[in-house]
Every structure is written in structure tokens, then in C-alpha cells.
């Protein structure tokens, strides 16, 4: 007797007319896709969107003729959000060429280095940048190396220059009497169809992905992103020197009356209580341009005195974003 484990035993042959030859068949191995192949297929499905991992830059110490200045990407990781309690953890830096046109030239010099601060890593800091106490035990940053990439530069470039400036001038001096420029404020990444200003963001919506949050991987992700074409808006990087060169002016409403409190917040002002050296007062800051303008909406809407003449600060990259 046959059991139903005999049936799957063996193969049974297949039954032919008489005269009918059996055919040969040849098995056809499809050639192996390269990975670009199948990103483009993924892609042009409309089904996908797929990151890439930012490329790797060399180092060419030796800049072209036609990019005489140089421009230095600056990041830190700290211990928390005061420069005035807060230290330094880890900062990087990138040196680059350029030319009065924002154009990229030639990576010339990087750095990156550790330092140990006075107490342990908040548990907080450490779950979102990676950095141990037990990485930065005994390390400290290498103050000469920093100081002969960033002494040459004509401008440093930093994503929230606001947060990153006084940390770095007060860690050393080598950092002031620069220029500075803010990648976050000083570009209007929504004109260029980004969704926030984090540079998370603006990697990924450029299809690239990258190590985030630790400095010298932030620096190389941000200059990969201001290198980009932005077709008619033009080069965010050129966009950052042009506006890293126009004065701003900072208008402080002294006295103004209590009750516009409200109107003067959702007009964009901030609030100084005056310990940081400027009048005790809300305050914003404009381009010159809109200086007239500004005054002019004060006179009429708050102070309801033409003669009113609140305090104005006249900024450019020398002073901007310190603290």
C-alpha cells in the first residue's frame, strides 16, 4: 500500500506522445543590480524616497587662485544651554575656500577634539549626542591646532550662531573680532522648500543622511547642504554672504507702557531684563532697510508720540550673535 508520505518520495515521470522529444530548457540568471540601479528604480516606483549617506570630502590644503577667502564651519556639543555656567565637550571645525560670489572652492583643514569638563555629562546630553564622561576623561582640546585653522578665516559659519558664538569666545579669544554668520537665521530655507531649520531637517529633505550631533559629522553635513544647488534661489552659501554682510540694526523699546506688552510680543520683540549689558527694554532686531518702517510702527502703535526716539544698535558680522 502506497502511504501519503510515498507520493511526495519521489518525482513521477511525466507522460509524452509517442515520438515527442523532451525539450531542453536553459535557466536565464538576471545580471545583479547595481546599488544605484535599484535606487533609481525605488525612486521613479514613486514609492520611495531613499537617503544617501553624505560623501566624504579630501582635504586640499592648497586653495585656487579664484577663491582667495577662507570660511571655517564651526560646531560644539556642551553641557548644557548657559555659556556663562556650561562648557565646551567637543568642538569641530571645517575650513574651506571661497570666493566673493559664494562659491565653494576646496576643503582646507579639520579639526576635532574632546574636552573634559569640570563635573559629569548630563544624563540628557549624553542620550542625545553620544559623548560619555568616560570618552572625555583625561582629554582636552588642542588649542594651537584650533587656533591656525580659524586665525586665517574671513568668516566663521555656525548652525545658531546665537548659541554657538559665546561659548566659543569665551572658551578662547582666538573666536572673537570675527566675523560671524548664522546658517539657521540668515537663510530662508522655506523659500527653498524646507519644512524647519534643524539640520536634520535639511539634510534629510536633500535625500542624505549623516552621524548627527557629533561636531565635526554637523560641520561636513552643513557644508554639503550650503554647497547645494537651489536652482533660481541660488546657492544657499551665496545667499548666507550676502545677507552675513548687510548691517542689521537693534531697536529697543525703553519705557515703552506696559499694556502694548502683548502687541510688542507678537510683533516678534524680545524681552531683556538688562543684566546682559542693553537696556532694560523689548527689543528686535531688522535689516536697515526696514529700520524706518519699525520706528515708524512704534511712534504710532506704542509710544503714540511722534517724537519718540527709542535706542538702535547697529549690528554687522563683527558684533552680531555674541553674547
Given at each position: 500500500?502506497?502511504?501519503?508520505?510515498?507520493?511526495?518520495?519521489?518525482?513521477?515521470?511525466?507522460?509524452?506522445?509517442?515520438?515527442?522529444?523532451?525539450?531542453?530548457?536553459?535557466?536565464?540568471?538576471?545580471?545583479?543590480?547595481?546599488?544605484?540601479?535599484?535606487?533609481?528604480?525605488?525612486e521613479?516606483?514613486?514609492?520611495?524616497?531613499?537617503?544617501?549617506?553624505?560623501?566624504?570630502?579630501?582635504?586640499?590644503?592648497?586653495?585656487?587662485?579664484?577663491?582667495?577667502?577662507?570660511?571655517?564651519?564651526?560646531?560644539?556639543?556642551?553641557?548644557?544651554?548657559?555659556?556663562?555656567?556650561?562648557?565646551?565637550?567637543?568642538?569641530?571645525?571645517?575650513?574651506?575656500?571661497?570666493?566673493?560670489?559664494?562659491?565653494?572652492?576646496?576643503?582646507?583643514?579639520?579639526?576635532?577634539?574632546?574636552?573634559q569638563?569640570?563635573?559629569?555629562?548630563?544624563?540628557?546630553?549624553?542620550?542625545?549626542?553620544?559623548?560619555?564622561?568616560?570618552m572625555?576623561?583625561?582629554?582636552?582640546i588642542d588649542?594651537?591646532?584650533?587656533?591656525?585653522?580659524?586665525?586665517?578665516?574671513?568668516?566663521?559659519?555656525?548652525?545658531?550662531?546665537?548659541?554657538?558664538?559665546?561659548?566659543c569666545?569665551?572658551?578662547?579669544?582666538?573666536?572673537?573680532?570675527?566675523?560671524?554668520?548664522c546658517?539657521?537665521?540668515?537663510?530662508?530655507?522655506?523659500?527653498?522648500?524646507?519644512?524647519?531649520?534643524?539640520?536634520?531637517?535639511?539634510?534629510?529633505?536633500?535625500?542624505?543622511?549623516?552621524?548627527?550631533?557629533?561636531?565635526?559629522?554637523?560641520?561636513?553635513?552643513?557644508?554639503?547642504?550650503?554647497?547645494?544647488?537651489?536652482?533660481?534661489?541660488?546657492?544657499?552659501?551665496?545667499?548666507?554672504?550676502?545677507?552675513?554682510?548687510?548691517?542689521?540694526?537693534?531697536?529697543?523699546?525703553?519705557h515703552?507702557?506696559?499694556?502694548?506688552?502683548?502687541?510688542?510680543?507678537?510683533?516678534?520683540?524680545?524681552?531683556s531684563?538688562?543684566?546682559?549689558?542693553?537696556?532694560?527694554?523689548?527689543?528686535?532686531?531688522?535689516?536697515?532697510?526696514?529700520?524706518?518702517?519699525?520706528?515708524?510702527?512704534?511712534?504710532?502703535?506704542?509710544?503714540?508720540?511722534?517724537?519718540a526716539?527709542?535706542?538702535?544698535?547697529?549690528?554687522?558680522?563683527?558684533?552680531r550673535?555674541?553674547?
Amino acid at each position: 500500500m502506497i502511504s501519503q508520505l510515498d507520493m511526495f518520495g519521489e518525482v513521477a515521470p511525466t507522460s509524452r506522445e509517442p515520438g515527442e522529444v523532451k525539450s531542453s530548457r536553459t535557466r536565464t540568471v538576471a545580471p545583479t543590480a547595481s546599488p544605484e540601479d535599484m535606487v533609481r528604480t525605488l525612486e521613479e516606483s514613486g514609492n520611495y524616497r531613499i537617503l544617501r549617506k553624505l560623501p566624504a570630502r579630501k582635504i586640499i590644503p592648497c586653495r585656487r587662485p579664484e577663491f582667495p577667502l577662507v570660511g571655517v564651519i564651526v560646531d560644539t556639543e556642551t553641557t548644557g544651554l548657559n555659556h556663562k555656567t556650561d562648557e565646551i565637550i567637543e568642538i569641530g571645525a571645517i575650513a574651506f575656500s571661497f570666493d566673493d560670489r559664494g562659491n565653494i572652492g576646496e576643503l582646507l583643514g579639520v579639526y576635532g577634539g574632546l574636552q573634559q569638563p569640570g563635573g559629569p555629562i548630563p544624563a540628557e546630553v549624553t542620550r542625545i549626542t553620544g559623548i560619555t564622561d568616560g570618552m572625555v576623561e583625561g582629554q582636552a582640546i588642542d588649542l594651537a591646532a584650533l587656533r591656525s585653522l580659524i586665525e586665517p578665516v574671513d568668516l566663521i559659519i555656525a548652525h545658531n550662531a546665537g548659541f554657538d558664538r559665546p561659548f566659543c569666545e569665551r572658551f578662547s579669544n582666538v573666536f572673537a573680532n570675527k566675523a560671524w554668520a548664522c546658517s539657521v537665521r540668515e537663510i530662508d530655507w522655506s523659500a527653498r522648500g524646507f519644512e524647519g531649520t534643524k539640520l536634520g531637517y535639511l539634510v534629510g529633505q536633500a535625500g542624505f543622511f549623516h552621524e548627527g550631533h557629533r561636531a565635526v559629522d554637523d560641520c561636513f553635513a552643513l557644508l554639503e547642504i550650503l554647497e547645494r544647488s537651489g536652482g533660481q534661489e541660488g546657492r544657499p552659501f551665496a545667499e548666507l554672504l550676502r545677507t552675513s554682510r548687510q548691517s542689521r540694526v537693534r531697536i529697543f523699546a525703553e519705557h515703552s507702557p506696559f499694556d502694548m506688552k502683548e502687541h510688542l510680543k507678537a510683533r516678534g520683540y524680545r524681552w531683556s531684563d538688562g543684566s546682559d549689558g542693553r537696556p532694560k527694554s523689548w527689543w528686535i532686531e531688522v535689516d536697515e532697510d526696514a529700520l524706518a518702517d519699525e520706528l515708524a510702527y512704534l511712534r504710532a502703535e506704542i509710544y503714540r508720540w511722534d517724537d519718540a526716539d527709542p535706542p538702535t544698535q547697529y549690528l554687522t558680522a563683527l558684533d552680531r550673535y555674541r553674547a
